[in-house]
């Protein structure tokens, strides 16, 4: 089995910082990718960013430039620093792991989600 553990979220005013957190426990072997992801009411869920094994790191082009995914392989953790949020950026967060299982199984796993809310 495999968790990952969400914490950060909350309410900030526009033009805040939050730093979101997603730690991955369980049956790992090794991580693929680790990220985030987003939904905000009525809307699909869209990727927010993400972290991959050998270092490379996207971005959608929405947040590029005010948010920053960073990871701690030990931990087996990523943390997503939000700066210069505006109201758009209410959603409920997600983070998302795409790993290896020992037993040779590759599956992405969810958190429960974590709510952000911007507003003054």
């Known amino acids: 089995q495999v968790q990952l553990v969400e914490s950060g979220g909350g309410l900030v005013q526009p033009g805040g910082s939050l730093r979101l957190s997603c730690a991955a426990s369980?049956?790992?072997?090794?991580?693929?990718?680790m990220g985030w992801y987003r939904q905000a009411p009525g809307k699909q869920r869209e990727l927010v960013a993400v972290s991959f094994s050998g270092g490379r790191t996207d971005y959608a082009d929405s947040v590029k430039d005010r948010f920053t995914i960073s990871r701690d392989n030990a931990k087996n953790t990523v943390y997503l620093q939000m700066n210069s949020l505006n109201p758009e950026d209410t959603a409920v967060y997600y983070c998302y792991a795409l790993l290896w299982q020992f037993g040779g199984r590759l599956n992405d796993h969810w958190g429960q989600g974590t709510q952000v809310t911007v507003s003054s």
């Open positions: 369980g049956s790992i072997s090794s991580i693929n990718r």
